[in-house]
């Protein structure tokens, strides 16, 4: 792997707009961050992701509680992936 210079790693890092979401598949709930390439409106981004033809979601620091368990304790995680055919709803978090 090529080292970055710092110049490198900061256009890398700011290539990309973090957005906390909530999304709900049939079995889960998931809250996470999804980060999208700042091209665009950022309003539109989400939509476009779950347009894409993309088979998973990358989905940081990131929590999962069990709607078919509601009494399963809520399970947290660096990372996860998720199938986009099962998501049901995504939609930005307010904070």
């Known amino acids: 792997m090529a080292n970055l210079d710092r110049d490198e790693k900061t256009t890398f890092t700011t290539a990309a707009w973090r957005e906390k979401v909530y999304i709900e598949t049939a079995e889960h709930i998931i809250i996470g961050n999804v980060f999208m390439p700042k091209i665009g409106k950022r309003a539109r981004m989400l939509s476009e992701i779950l347009n894409t033809n993309k088979q998973f979601l990358a989905i940081t620091d990131c929590q999962v509680e069990f709607k078919l368990m509601p ?7 660096e990372f996860m992936q998720v199938n986009m055919a099962t998501i049901l709803i995504m939609r930005p978090v307010d904070e």
């Open 71 to 77: 009494q399963r304790e809520v399970e947290f995680y």
